[in-house]
């Protein structure tokens, strides 16, 4: 049976878990600026190690994912996207299609096969493991890239003829993660203060009240950040964006808290003390970009036109 209440929050926060939380804010906030492969090399790493756990994770239930060639398909398909998104080495892409979206069904194959070869022949959870996590922590991840190397004054008109770092995709990065933290905050704080409502089984600690206090946050900040870059009509634009990230930030979270549960893990790890895990810290982070990209690059010039 769910539980009635909502259990309580962990109140105690210890020297470990604040110096790594902002260790990794800083050290996130300084591969944003730099972007390029600086930044790829980062989501490489950081998703790589997210994808172990995730395989832990579905070890735990048995099964056994296409692990090492998972794990390749992943940094080509990251790599790919950069070389093809626009910053490269020579200030432009270096493919004229989309690499990345032929590098994804073909690692999908690779993988099958890999499956078919090995001496017990894989399942379909072995299958559909390596598939999600191919999706989950490769496709997805990559529309950081993506998002981090648009350019374009529409975009971002108060940043036109801007000196380097600034651009459009800078803004747009920084602007998504803002929105993410926004979320997080107000639904701990609203949360805790005034969280009665149970959101989620899966997540007994998530209240109603501070789901909708971290969708609150994100339109505020979603609204400065709008009007800060120059759309038109920014407040109202930022504002929808907020509240669009705010729900993909949840549904991430509990994505991710759904898969442990299921596990019977409390942690997807133990990397950042204080934090647990890799996957524990970036689950609000990985269904975000896709969405904000295919907002701005797509519905944003049909406002603003």
């Not at 259990?7 to 926060?13: I, L, S």
């Not at 922590?137 to 000196?163: E, H, K, T, V």
């Not at 634009?237 to 907020?242: P, W």
């Not at 019977?264 to 969405?291: E, Q």
Request: net charge neutral; hydrophobic share 50%.
């Amino acid at each position: 049976m769910p539980p009635t209440q909502p259990a309580k929050p962990r109140t105690a926060t210890s020297l470990p878990r604040l110096l790594s939380g902002w260790l990794a804010g800083g050290f996130g906030f300084v591969v944003v600026m730099l972007g390029g492969w600086w930044f790829t090399v980062a989501v490489g790493v950081i998703v790589h190690l997210g994808l172990l756990e995730f395989f832990r994770m579905a070890q735990f239930k048995g099964i056994r994912p296409a692990t090492k060639t998972t794990l390749v398909a992943v940094q080509l398909l990251l790599v790919t996207t950069q070389l093809a998104s626009g910053s490269g080495l020579v200030g432009g892409g270096w493919f004229a299609g989309d690499v990345a979206a032929a590098v994804l069904p073909a690692s999908g194959a690779v993988i099958c096969g890999w499956l078919l070869l090995q001496p017990v022949t894989g399942t379909i959870a072995d299958i559909a493991a390596s598939i999600f996590g191919l999706f989950y922590l490769g496709f997805l991840p990559s529309y950081w890239i993506r998002l981090r190397d648009l350019a374009g004054d529409a975009l971002a008109p108060n940043l036109a003829g801007q000196p380097w770092p600034a651009s459009a995709g800078l803004a747009l990065t920084l602007l998504a993660c803002f929105l993410i933290v926004a979320t997080d905050i107000g639904s701990y704080v609203i949360g805790r203060r005034l969280g009665r409502h149970p959101l989620s089984p899966i997540s007994p600690g998530k209240t109603v009240e501070g789901a909708l206090g971290g969708v609150a946050c994100a339109v505020a900040v979603g609204a400065f950040g709008g009007t800060l870059i120059g759309w038109s009509w920014g407040w109202l634009i930022g504002g929808v964006l907020g509240a669009v990230v705010a729900l993909f930030a949840l549904v991430g979270d509990l994505t991710e808290s759904m898969m442990k549960r299921d596990a019977g893990l409390k942690d997807s790890g133990d990397a950042i003390p204080g934090h647990g895990g890799i996957l524990d810290r970036i689950d609000s982070y990985l269904f975000v970009p896709a969405v904000v990209y295919s907002l701005v690059t797509l519905v944003l010039p049909l406002l603003q036109g």
